[in-house]
């Protein structure tokens, strides 16, 4: 299953790496996947490339009733270079993803029938270097 952004070619699809994946606990038939890498593509020649990406992405699998298949996705631009902790809370509410190397930390509100709206609440690009994130 390829859970990539649409618009990306298929050389730049290759080099995107998935950090992390995540179950919606109010919503089981509903997965967020972190794509990290989009701000640091290459072309065939090893030069930087830019997609108009404005940072990495998660992607929003909404399963079948029983999970065997998926009926349809949903991408997230977020303004996160390498997103390498994500986390969502307990109560499926929220999502709070990070960029190692840039944007700091942004939360977002979950909400929608099956969990599948994602909206910015708060960033705080001023955090730096962060790999983890942990809802207290």
């Not at 996705?73 to 977020?78: A, D, F, R, S």
């Amino acid at each position: 299953m390829d859970v990539t952004p649409p618009h990306l070619p298929i050389s730049a699809k290759q080099q995107l790496l998935t950090a992390e994946l995540y179950i919606n606990p109010l919503h089981p038939q509903t997965l967020y996947i972190s794509n990290r890498g989009a701000l640091r593509l290459h072309d065939d020649q090893g030069e930087d490339v830019n997609y108009g990406d404005k940072g990495d992405s998660i992607t929003v699998v909404l399963l079948d009733e029983d999970g065997s298949s998926v009926e349809e996705m949903k991408w997230v631009e977020t303004g996160l270079d390498w997103i390498r902790g994500m986390k969502i809370g307990d109560d499926g509410r929220w999502l709070a993803c990070a960029g190692e190397y840039g944007g700091g930390v942004e939360v977002y509100e979950i909400s929608g029938e099956r969990g599948e709206v994602m909206n910015l609440r708060a960033r705080d690009e001023g955090i730096k270097d962060v790999n983890c994130v942990l809802w207290l």
